[in-house]
């Protein structure tokens, strides 16, 4: 965590140069028990003139290492005033030493030296000195001896994850069985096997003999006579339909058919060409009707 000084005279706060107001700096909140790897940050928001301006070559190198501090991320963020320019500078710095014992180490001053007006001026930023914590001791002549146990990494509980397994489980197999009920044919799950999915499926075996249409017309008057009970003539439909109302989406289609087989049973009407998918169609309508779908 950082905190955020205010103050233009502060013994930690950076220095200020004539001309350069300081607005805020912020400084790494421990001084202490640092150790390798880690990484301190500061910045300072300054404001001065808006003829003076601060050049990237004025900014320190990201990467250069000086006395074991290793410079590693540089930024300014820019904003203008009525008259003025701000400058928000933020330097990120990793500790990259070896020691066996406890080191007063700091952060390098910076000067940034700014162009543009009629003086020369800068933002001076001193350095920040804090204490270094090594990782092994001094002295250890036995690191075995000095290690601790490890910990055993926490436990996940699995319980959340099984039943949400298993709930989309269920939902994928409900998902597949409502495909099977509504598309197939064959009798693969109760209440598959109704009047007309057995129609449908001796129509779709008839091939292309003489006697397909008429044997068609037969499969489709046994489903109906199945359903209702009884022969089922085509006076009769609207009682067929009160009693069976899932049929009412096709009673135009029912109607058509009984008079088509009228005429081709009874009337010898030559059938036309196309009547045997004709009969395929309905007959798969009726039976998704009959299956509710």
């Not at 990467?63 to 290793?70: K, T, Y």
């Not at 030296?113 to 009629?118: H, K, P, S, V």
Request: aromatic content about 8%; proline content about 4%; glycine content about 4%.
């Amino acid at each position: 965590m950082m905190i955020v000084s205010l103050s233009l005279f502060a013994s930690l706060a950076f220095a200020q140069t004539t001309d350069v107001k300081i607005l805020s700096t912020i400084n790494p909140q421990t001084s202490n028990n640092i150790q390798m790897g880690d990484v301190l940050s500061r910045s300072i928001e300054v404001e001065v003139d808006a003829a003076y301006q601060l050049p990237k070559t004025s900014l320190p190198m990201k990467g250069e290492s000086r006395n074991g501090i290793e410079l590693r991320d540089v930024s300014v963020r820019t904003s203008k005033g009525s008259s003025t320019n701000i400058y928000k500078i933020t330097l990120s710095y990793q500790v990259f030493i070896s020691a066996a014992k406890p080191l007063v180490m700091q952060l390098p001053d910076e000067h940034l030296a700014l162009i543009g007006g009629a003086k020369a001026l800068s933002i001076d930023i001193p350095a920040w000195k804090f204490w270094y914590a090594p990782l092994v001791a001094e002295g250890i002549t036995n690191a075995k001896d000095n290690m601790l146990p490890q910990s055993k990494p926490a436990l996940i509980d699995l319980n959340m994850h099984y039943a949400r397994f298993w709930a989309a489980l269920a939902l994928l197999v409900t998902g597949l069985l409502g495909l099977v009920y509504v598309n197939a044919d064959k009798r693969w799950l109760p209440f598959m096997n109704g009047a007309f999915a057995q129609a449908h499926r001796n129509i779709k075996k008839l091939g292309h003999e003489q006697t397909a249409n008429k044997n068609a017309l037969m499969h489709m008057h046994q489903a109906f006579n199945k359903i209702y009970g009884a022969n089922l003539f085509a006076n009769e439909l609207e009682h067929f339909l009160a009693a069976n109302p899932k049929f009412l989406k096709v009673k135009q289609e029912i109607t058509q058919f009984f008079e088509q087989s009228n005429a081709a049973l009874f009337a010898n009407q030559v059938a036309s060409a196309n009547q045997l998918q004709q009969l395929k169609t309905l007959s798969k309508r009726l039976r998704d009707c009959e299956r509710g779908v």
